[in-house]
């Protein structure tokens, strides 16, 4: 019988959400979890270092889209939920290699989906109706808002604009369709752009942060008066876990930092942040090394999140204002430049090649 103290399965549990929200599991929960990642690019263990060792604790490499591994997963460890991070996340590979992301996470999903369904429909009715199938997508599923329009909302429709916002969308409503159609108990997030440590630097925050450090031109698309609501990873992670304990199947939840700022403010802060943590440096200002380069295609203008219904029903709310959340990401960059250095080598170097050698 599935009780408090069954396992979990998560997808995507070393990338950079899902290796905060795998530690914050640890750290809050401590119950089994089982962590299922390909370890692609963005993918690292060395994240999660803390919990490798910890009774409990199962790391299995493989893929979302192998069926007869996730059922086999299913079967040996019962959990009673899957924690479905496992996505390709960047718009700009989107535009440059749709495919893998239509493939990862329109397919992928589907597969779990499936997965989930012939592991929930053979359990037992107190058990079924304790599952949960938790789905983490994103705000760009809704597209883009103008200056003064009001943030998203749960009920907004989907406008997605790049390969990746489209195929989170309709990855969002394959989970919508399978909770409708055979009563799977499935909850959505929608979350804003996350920063923090552990992020992958080909994000604006890190990718910054790594320039800036070396001199180099920090690169700035068009005008840089894009918004985005900023959500600190580990407030994310908690919303998580509690959307997954409190949340009610059949419903989607907007996870939202309340921090809008422009891409070009929170740059300037960023730099403002170095020239303190970095009295020494030559590259001071480094807000001097701010670049314009071309936009990209289809560049949401503004992202702002109404984050209103996961106060209210989930009990949840951010801890960190944007100015707290970002000294702890930039302070965590600069003790930690042997991981930023380990994780952009080789192929990583080569995509930033690819993505602005033209710009």
């Known amino acids: 019988m599935l009780n408090d103290d069954s396992s979990i399965l998560v997808t995507g549990g070393a990338g950079f959400i899902g290796s905060h929200f795998v530690l914050d599991w640890f750290t809050s929960m401590g119950t089994p979890l089982v962590n299922l990642d390909k370890l692609t690019y963005a993918g690292n263990l060395r994240n999660l270092e803390a919990v490798a060792g910890r009774p409990g604790y199962t790391f299995v490499r493989g893929d979302i889209r192998d069926r007869d591994l996730v059922g086999r997963l299913l079967v040996e460890h019962k959990p009673r939920a899957i924690v479905h991070l496992a996505a390709e996340s960047h718009v700009d590979r989107s535009l440059v290699g749709p495919g893998e992301f239509l493939d990862t996470n329109v397919h992928g999903t589907f597969v779990m989906l499936e997965a989930a369904r012939g592991y929930w429909q053979g359990l037992d009715e107190a058990d079924r109706a304790r ?41 969002d409503l394959i989970v919508r369709a399978w909770h409708k159609s055979y009563g799977l108990p499935t909850i959505v997030t929608n979350c804003s752009n996350n920063y923090g440590p552990l992020q992958f630097p080909e994000k604006l925050l890190p990718l910054v942060l790594d320039k800036a450090i070396h001199g180099e031109p920090l690169p700035i698309y068009g005008d840089g008066l894009q918004v985005r609501d900023w959500l600190y990873v580990g407030d994310h992670a908690t919303a998580l876990r509690v959307a997954l304990e409190r949340g009610q199947p059949g419903q989607t939840y907007n996870i939202g930092g309340w921090n809008e700022q422009t891409n070009l403010d929170t740059v300037t802060m960023l730099c403002a942040l170095l020239d303190e943590f970095l009295p020494e440096s030559p590259h001071r200002p480094h ?24 106060e209210r029903e989930l009990g949840w709310r951010p801890a960190e204002t944007f100015a707290t959340g970002l000294r702890k990401t930039v302070r965590w960059y600069l003790d930690n430049q042997a991981w930023v250095e380990e994780v952009t080598s080789g192929a990583y170097r080569a995509w930033m090649e690819t993505n602005y050698a033209g710009r």
């Open 131 to 171: 599952f949960r199938f938790l789905h983490v997508s994103t705000d760009e599923v809704f597209g883009s808002l103008k200056p003064g329009d009001a943030p998203f909302e749960e009920t907004f429709a989907f406008r997605p604009n790049s390969p990746y916002a489209a195929s989170k969308a309709a990855s």
């Open 287 to 310: 807000a001097k090394l701010m670049k314009s380069v071309t936009d990209r295609p289809g560049h949401d203008r503004r992202y702002a999140i109404n984050a209103t219904k996961a």
